[in-house]
């Protein structure tokens, strides 16, 4: 049905930034929910920015501040560009669209931050 395919991840020094996308392809309908979480080695995945439809974001505390998440509805795709990058930040990204009855999850993108 829905295929999401993460992309940007790779090894930054700290303080330095990235910009992951996310593409989702097949029928997507337009109300819905396109997140970012990540997990990190040995750790339970969590949620690192969330956005609407309609715009409307939250954050992790840890991110905010640091991390923008965006979208383009008629592109289907969103972003996290993160700034100031730290080495807690290390783990591997995965890009998540649900709504009503749906959820679904990208293969992820490893982001490595270290000197």
């Known amino acids: 049905q829905v295929q999401l395919v993460e992309s940007g991840g790779g090894l930054v020094q700290p303080g330095g930034s990235l910009r992951l996308s996310c593409a989702a392809s097949g029928s997507i309908f337009r109300f819905n929910f396109m997140d970012w979480y990540r997990q990190a080695p040995g750790k339970e995945r969590e949620l690192v920015a969330a956005i609407t439809s309609g715009g409307s974001t939250n954050y992790a505390d840890s991110v905010k501040g640091r991390f923008t998440i965006s979208r383009d509805n008629g592109k289907n795709k969103v972003y996290l560009q993160m700034n100031s990058l730290k080495p807690e930040d290390t783990a591997v990204y995965y890009c998540?669209?649900?709504?009503?009855?749906?959820?679904?999850w990208g293969q992820g993108t490893q982001v490595t931050v270290s000197s």
């Open positions: 998540r669209l649900r709504g009503d009855g749906y959820d679904y």
